[in-house]
């Protein structure tokens, strides 16, 4: 880092992975201390007295997720997370999710990536077939990744999630298709849902421009609302993401749905979102269209899928306590990477279109 805080001619490194085709970048060398005693407390520190998730103070350790994630080293879509020291000897890493706005709580697609990245790169022994499990310590809590291996290669990573509550069931919210009804979860971060058709839209690419507008003004919507509280007080309060979705015909293991999810100021998941899916699960044992032990088929408006599933041990929890959910995808290492930042680069940490 240089003196001013900002990145300077000291390297930044990353192993980049994709989940589900959601991009995944792991800084494993090159940030500058992160104070706090626990990932939480390193959250708050990144984000900066006074900010907020989308909004983070600006800082040294802001500006290498900057440098990483805009323009030209990264894009409007990009994602990833800073490996610090997990909160206790009971996990193996933590880690602060970071996207183009700032600053996240949960990331299921980041949890595999970070799995497979454990066990790919030797950090936690695993067997060449069978399972491992990496614990990993996140701003919401210990989550783990169960990572599957056959024949000396990891085949898929199953993550199984902090628990998942629902908060409030038809939230009325006006939208400029009209008024729909919403449902809210907290499944590590917060989430609205809504069925693509009552806002007269399908999840398809081709209308991926409206579904991110309507995603944008529920959330917009929904900011003081009192569902969106979490007990554990600001970092896990609030509206992260709105997942828009349409039912598909049934699997022989249980439903299939297809969504997107637009979280933060308007960024497109390419995955079926991890903690997304875990808040649907919540939703849809709650309301009875899925029972403990079925598989939901989750699709993503690209065409890659999660298996989420609540184990039915799980179905006895009390509502207030949230189901622990599971949910199983694949990741897969795209690059490995040394990035710089010339002092006399007139871009600095890049631009955003």
Known sequence: MSPTGAPGTDPVRTTDYHTAGEPFRIVTGGLPPVPGDTVAERCATAIGAGGSGTAPRRGA????????????????????????????????????????????????????????????????????????????????????????????????????????????????????????????????????????????????????????????????????HPATWHPAGPLLSGVYGVVLYEELADTPLGPHQRNVTVFADGQIDRSPCGSGTSARLAMMVEEGTLAPGQDLLHESVCGTVFTGRVPKEEAARAADAGLVTEVTGTAYRTGEHVFHLDPHDGLATGFLL
């Open 61 to 224: 350790l802001d500006e290498v997720r900057r440098l990483l994630v805009q323009e030209p080293r990264g894009h409007a879509g990009m994602y990833g997370g800073f490996v610090v020291p997990p909160d206790d000897d009971g996990a193996h890493l933590g880690v602060l999710f970071w996207h183009k706005d700032g600053y996240s709580t949960a990331c299921g697609h980041g949890t595999m990536a970070l799995g497979a990245w454990a066990v790919d790169s030797g950090r936690v022994p695993a067997p060449d077939d069978g399972d491992v499990q990496v614990r990993i310590d996140v701003p919401s809590g210990r989550v783990a990744a169960t990572v599957h291996r056959t024949g000396g290669r990891t085949t898929g990573v199953t993550f199984r999630n902090v628990p998942a509550r629902v908060a409030a069931r038809r939230v009325p919210v006006a939208t400029g298709r009209g008024v729909v009804e919403v449902d809210i979860a907290h499944a590590g971060a917060c989430y609205a849902a809504v069925p693509a058709r009552e806002l007269g839209l399908t999840v398809t690419p081709a209308e991926l421009p409206e579904l991110v507008r309507a995603g944008r003004e529920i959330r917009a919507a929904l900011a003081t």
